[in-house]
């Protein structure tokens, strides 16, 4: 149903992955992994950046997530996240806790949208929020995505993908990987998933549609 929202400014030349239905973010992550396999020939050490598309962000944010790819190129971690530094303790968002304070760290802990209470806490302990925004090679997260889906090739996952368990790539890969680094970002950062957060956004009133 997104497809004329998506091709209307980018035009039909671009590769796009469209979900059969909603299956959260991990089956459709491994559905894009599977489809840059067999119809791109990607090989299994090329970088790959998943990154949400409403935030209301700046130039660095997009410098902070080149960085992102060169940590994974350099073998600093599996898994390397973008953590945005909080300004309040919001429930909408889950957090990473880092191992030190260096603008890339390994990540001792992380969490899924707490209570306000425990997001005070972990902002205490100098947790970030998590951007949503993840680099790995290609074949790691489709190596994962074999390991917890049977299926054989892009196509076949797209042949039984309503069958598959609703879940996030947080909670199915990212909750239990060891090997992950976070890069840090403190520029303007909102989501604009919501009125209230796309009207603090507008500067300006707005009259019309």
């Known amino acids: 149903s997104q497809r004329d929202i998506i091709v209307n400014p980018l035009g039909e030349g671009i590769d796009m992955v469209l979900e059969p239905e909603r299956r959260d973010t991990f089956p459709a992550i ?4 599977s489809y840059l396999s067999l119809s791109k020939g990607c090989k299994d050490d090329e970088v790959v950046i998943i990154m949400p ?3 209301y962000t700046e130039a660095g944010y997009f410098e902070t997530i080149r960085k992102m790819a060169q940590c994974v190129e350099t073998n600093v971690a599996d898994l390397v996240l973008m953590g945005i530094k909080p300004t309040y303790p919001s429930e909408k ?4 806790i880092p191992d030190g304070k260096e ?8 969490k899924e949208k707490p209570t306000v209470d425990v997001a005070k806490d972990y902002i205490s302990q100098g947790a970030l929020w998590n951007g949503g925004v993840f680099a790995y090679k290609r074949g790691y997260v489709l190596n994962r995505a074999h390991e917890l889906i049977d299926f054989d090739d892009y196509q076949d996952l797209f042949s ?4 598959l368990k ?8 990212v909750e239990h990987e060891d090997s992950i680094a976070v890069m ?4 303007e950062w909102k989501v604009l998933g919501t009125w209230n957060t796309l009207t603090e956004a507008m500067t300006e009133p707005t009259m019309g549609k």
Do not use: H, N, Q, W
């Open 160 to 163: 039984k993908y309503e069958t």
């Open 30 to 33: 491994a559905l894009a992994a």
């Open 184 to 187: 840090r970002f403190a520029g």
């Open 93 to 96: 968002y889950g957090y990473i």
């Open 103 to 110: 603008k890339v760290s390994m990540v001792k802990t992380f």
């Open 53 to 55: 598309c409403d935030p």
């Open 166 to 173: 609703k879940i996030s790539f947080d909670y199915a890969v």
